[in-house]
């Protein structure tokens, strides 16, 4: 083996020398074989008519220019470069190494042995250089010519591709997909909005026109793929040229924003599928980073359900903001599991507990809470899904509404600073027990915000696990006893996009299996927002808490599930209703046709955030209320099949799925013209 090593070894710095000689053999004879031309085109090409003297002169320096020649290419490295790698670097190098010994040739040739004609100095210089540069690029142009021949032959024929965008992030993406032999594709053109662009080249790629001329230019270069490369574009701007890429039936493709261009990360790999949140034509929610800093900096916060789509997502938003540990407790180890891992190698110096837990075991919970003593809590732990948890109401009442009670109750108990419970649009006027179910929840959180207030709460039930009801005192650290001090708060938002159990998942399955793709209904509307802008709004909401309040985040406007599902499909690259059939299946047990963000008698608050408002809260008989949960409890634990009616005696808004009057279609419409919701 140390013999093939050693044999290995001398024959790379073998094939090292031989390379290198052969250039220097070669340069030998380019130099001077140069200014020999250049002398013959003086005199018309004919070797006879050279003047004598002019003839000696050049024998007798070429000796010595040789050399030197070969030492400053030497001292220029033009010997150690790997050439199929040859770059402006080397370019630059051989330029140098031209200008130096063309100033050589002259100044030499006429001190040692008289004045030369001008063009054989202007001639023999230009002639050097290209055939020094042409032996050494020579290499790296057929390795070019014969991998694009090979991508050829690999793709049977072309993908044309088409680039949207003709400035420097567009000119990156050409590059690449010109010398990347993993880039499948030839660039056909350009299409930019910049009217001085047009009818010109890049690269020998022409910018045939703006946005306007996509289909047109589809069809012309018989366009597969396109390219968005403008990531300076607006939200509002992306979506607009996105609507019509779509039409086309190609494959898209995203350059994600002005981050990657910045930082150089600008290639084919670096581009993304164009996401269905493209085009919903939102600029990216703002908040203000320096509130929620000082809100969270240095405090201990607990996330309840934090492996889910929402409470992973707040977890790693939270672990950004220096705080000095971070509980997250979830009943699912698989989730929990990875969301540790993600964070320990993310966020490395995070103070990390990750503990299984169900919120429906009170001793557990107040275990977790007296041992930790978290100082903000955000309660993401819920049964989501609306039909499952029409197949199974009371689990939902068990889980949402006592999962919720006794984190809250450990929360008081424990000197929590802050409870944040994350809420749902379906909550208003649900026709659902899921909303229902959320309803309750607020109801819980207002009702313990306002005894805690009221300094009453000794009027709180405690709600154990069939156990008895035992007093708690309220201590802090040190053993001392002191009055509840939480601020209760919900924060209320629609449809996310992405989250476990959200409609687009399924949508891209559907596509994948070629269809149909299901929908529920034509004219069913819902809200939607990106998952970071969901939970960076929940935890600006929680910075404005005093205690109470039901933050409404605002959705945007709304958008119909059956244009989303036809919009996927186009993004997927095919024709809805002829390459994928779409299909009404009828809404699901407990759903509606439209989501409301706000009760009406609620009304609205402003904050210093325009997208978070604050309802105002709908009075109600806490005490009867509270006193009537154990029952309510009691009726959940034995799976009461009468648990809907339960419910619709505590949330007056209920009105279950077949009792309410199906909204017309002319008033959906009107909700998606004028935004649905929030005035």
């Given at each position: 083996?140390?013999g093939?090593?050693?044999?290995k070894?001398?024959?790379g710095l073998?094939?090292?020398?031989i390379?290198?000689?052969?250039l220097i053999?070669y340069d030998?004879?380019?130099v001077?074989a140069?200014?020999?031309f250049?002398l013959l085109l003086?005199?018309?090409l004919?070797?006879s008519m050279?003047?004598?003297?002019?003839l000696?002169n050049?024998y007798?320096f070429?000796?010595l220019?040789?050399v030197?020649?070969?030492v400053i290419?030497?001292r220029l490295r033009l010997?150690k470069s790997i050439w199929?790698f040859?770059s402006y670097d080397?370019l630059i190098r051989?330029?140098a190494?031209s200008?130096?010994?063309?100033?050589?040739?002259?100044v030499?040739?006429?001190?040692l042995?008289g004045?030369?004609?001008t063009?054989y100095?202007?001639?023999?210089?230009?002639?050097?250089?290209?055939?020094a540069i042409?032996?050494?690029?020579?290499y790296?142009?057929v390795?070019l010519?014969?991998?694009?021949?090979?991508?050829?032959e690999?793709q049977?024929k072309h993908?044309?591709i088409?680039?949207?965008?003709a400035?420097n992030a567009?000119?990156?993406?050409?590059?690449d997909?010109?010398r990347s032999?993993?880039v499948?594709g030839?660039?056909?053109c350009?299409?930019?909005?910049n009217p001085?662009?047009?009818?010109r080249?890049?690269?020998?790629?022409?910018v045939v026109?703006g946005?306007?001329?996509?289909?047109?230019a589809?069809?012309q270069y018989?366009i597969?793929?396109i390219?968005?490369?403008?990531?300076?574009a607006t939200?509002?701007?992306?979506?607009?040229?996105?609507?019509?890429?779509?039409?086309?039936g190609?494959?898209?493709?995203n350059l994600?924003g002005?981050?990657?261009?910045m930082?150089?990360e600008?290639s084919?790999s670096?581009m993304?599928?164009v996401?269905i949140?493209?085009l919903?034509g939102r600029d990216?929610?703002?908040?203000?980073l320096?509130e929620?800093?000082?809100f969270?900096?240095?405090?201990?916060?607990l996330?309840?359900?934090?492996g889910?789509?929402?409470?992973?997502e707040?977890?790693?938003?939270?672990a950004?903001?220096?705080?000095?540990?971070?509980?997250?407790?979830?009943i699912?180890?698989?989730?929990?599991?990875?969301l540790?891992?993600?964070?320990?190698?993310?966020v490395?110096n995070l103070?990390?507990?990750?503990?299984?837990?169900?919120?429906?075991?009170?001793?557990?919970?107040e275990?977790?809470f007296?041992?930790?003593?978290?100082?903000?809590?955000?309660?993401?732990?819920?049964?989501?899904?609306?039909p499952?948890?029409?197949?199974?109401p009371n689990?939902?009442?068990k889980n949402?509404v006592f999962g919720?009670?006794?984190?809250?109750l450990?929360?008081?108990?424990?000197?929590c600073?802050r409870f944040?419970l994350i809420?749902t649009?379906?909550?208003v006027?649900p026709?659902n027990?899921?909303?229902a179910s959320k309803?309750?929840c607020e109801?819980?959180?207002?009702s313990?915000d306002r005894?805690?207030k009221?300094?009453?709460?000794?009027h709180?039930p405690v709600i154990?696990?069939h156990?008895?009801?035992m007093?708690?005192?309220?201590?802090n650290?040190e053993g001392e006893?002191?009055?509840?001090?939480?601020?209760?708060v919900?924060?209320?938002?629609?449809?996310v996009?992405?989250?476990n159990?959200?409609v687009?998942p399924?949508f891209?399955k559907q596509?994948?299996?070629?269809?149909p793709v299901?929908v529920t209904h034509?004219?069913?509307?819902?809200?939607?927002?990106t998952?970071p802008e969901?939970v960076?709004l929940?935890l600006q909401a929680?910075?404005?808490?005093?205690?109470?309040e039901?933050?409404?985040?605002?959705?945007g406007?709304?958008?119909k599930?059956?244009t989303?599902?036809?919009n996927?499909i186009?993004?997927?690259?095919?024709?809805?209703?002829?390459?994928i059939?779409?299909?009404?299946?009828g809404l699901?047990?407990g759903e509606?046709?439209?989501?409301?963000?706000?009760?009406a008698e609620?009304?609205?608050q402003?904050?210093r955030?325009?997208?978070?408002?604050i309802g105002?809260?709908?009075?109600?008989?806490?005490?009867?209320?509270?006193?009537s949960l154990?029952?309510?409890?009691?009726a959940?634990?034995?799976?009461?099949?009468?648990i809907?009616?339960y419910?619709?005696?505590?949330?007056?808004?209920y009105?279950?799925?077949g009792?309410?009057?199906?909204?017309t279609?002319k008033e959906i419409?009107s909700?998606?013209?004028v935004?649905?919701?929030?005035?």
């Amino acid at each position: 083996m140390a013999g093939k090593k050693d044999y290995k070894k001398n024959f790379g710095l073998e094939h090292w020398h031989i390379i290198a000689l052969g250039l220097i053999l070669y340069d030998t004879v380019s130099v001077n074989a140069a200014y020999l031309f250049a002398l013959l085109l003086r005199f018309d090409l004919r070797f006879s008519m050279i003047e004598p003297k002019f003839l000696s002169n050049f024998y007798w320096f070429a000796p010595l220019y040789t050399v030197f020649c070969i030492v400053i290419f030497y001292r220029l490295r033009l010997y150690k470069s790997i050439w199929r790698f040859a770059s402006y670097d080397e370019l630059i190098r051989l330029a140098a190494a031209s200008v130096a010994t063309s100033l050589f040739q002259v100044v030499g040739m006429t001190v040692l042995h008289g004045r030369m004609p001008t063009s054989y100095y202007i001639v023999g210089a230009g002639l050097q250089f290209v055939l020094a540069i042409g032996v050494r690029f020579s290499y790296r142009f057929v390795l070019l010519l014969r991998g694009r021949r090979g991508k050829e032959e690999l793709q049977g024929k072309h993908t044309n591709i088409m680039i949207v965008g003709a400035g420097n992030a567009g000119q990156m993406i050409l590059r690449d997909v010109k010398r990347s032999p993993q880039v499948s594709g030839v660039v056909r053109c350009f299409i930019d909005d910049n009217p001085n662009k047009h009818g010109r080249y890049i690269d020998g790629i022409p910018v045939v026109g703006g946005r306007d001329d996509i289909l047109y230019a589809c069809n012309q270069y018989s366009i597969d793929r396109i390219y968005l490369a403008i990531p300076s574009a607006t939200a509002a701007e992306r979506r607009d040229i996105l609507d019509i890429c779509k039409e086309t039936g190609c494959e898209l493709k995203n350059l994600p924003g002005v981050y990657q261009f910045m930082t150089g990360e600008v290639s084919v790999s670096k581009m993304k599928d164009v996401d269905i949140a493209d085009l919903l034509g939102r600029d990216q929610i703002k908040v203000d980073l320096s509130e929620i800093f000082a809100f969270l900096s240095g405090k201990t916060i607990l996330v309840t359900g934090g492996g889910g789509s929402i409470g992973s997502e707040l977890c790693r938003q939270i672990a950004k903001h220096s705080v000095k540990r971070l509980i997250v407790v979830d009943i699912y180890e698989n989730n929990a599991y990875d969301l540790q891992q993600e964070l320990l190698r993310n966020v490395p110096n995070l103070d990390l507990v990750v503990l299984i837990a169900s919120v429906r075991d009170s001793r557990r919970m107040e275990q977790i809470f007296a041992q930790y003593r978290p100082e903000i809590v955000f309660h993401a732990a819920a049964h989501k899904h609306v039909p499952l948890m029409e197949g199974s109401p009371n689990e939902s009442i068990k889980n949402n509404v006592f999962g919720t009670y006794k984190t809250a109750l450990a929360a008081m108990h424990n000197g929590c600073q802050r409870f944040v419970l994350i809420s749902t649009d379906k909550a208003v006027n649900p026709t659902n027990i899921m909303g229902a179910s959320k309803r309750l929840c607020e109801m819980i959180v207002q009702s313990f915000d306002r005894k805690v207030k009221a300094h009453q709460v000794d009027h709180i039930p405690v709600i154990c696990n069939h156990e008895a009801a035992m007093a708690h005192a309220v201590c802090n650290p040190e053993g001392e006893v002191e009055a509840p001090r939480t601020e209760f708060v919900a924060v209320r938002f629609g449809n996310v996009l992405g989250s476990n159990g959200s409609v687009i998942p399924l949508f891209r399955k559907q596509i994948a299996a070629g269809g149909p793709v299901t929908v529920t209904h034509p004219d069913i509307i819902r809200y939607f927002m990106t998952i970071p802008e969901a939970v960076s709004l929940v935890l600006q909401a929680g910075t404005y808490a005093k205690g109470g309040e039901i933050f409404v985040l605002d959705m945007g406007s709304p958008v119909k599930i059956d244009t989303l599902a036809r919009n996927l499909i186009k993004l997927s690259g095919y024709r809805p209703d002829e390459d994928i059939k779409i299909e009404y299946v009828g809404l699901r047990p407990g759903e509606k046709l439209y989501e409301e963000k706000l009760m009406a008698e609620e009304g609205l608050q402003k904050t210093r955030n325009e997208l978070i408002h604050i309802g105002s809260p709908i009075p109600f008989d806490e005490d009867a209320f509270l006193q009537s949960l154990p029952g309510l409890l009691e009726a959940a634990s034995e799976n009461d099949d009468r648990i809907r009616e339960y419910v619709a005696r505590l949330v007056n808004t209920y009105h279950p799925a077949g009792q309410e009057e199906e909204t017309t279609k002319k008033e959906i419409l009107s909700k998606v013209a004028v935004g649905a919701g929030v005035s």
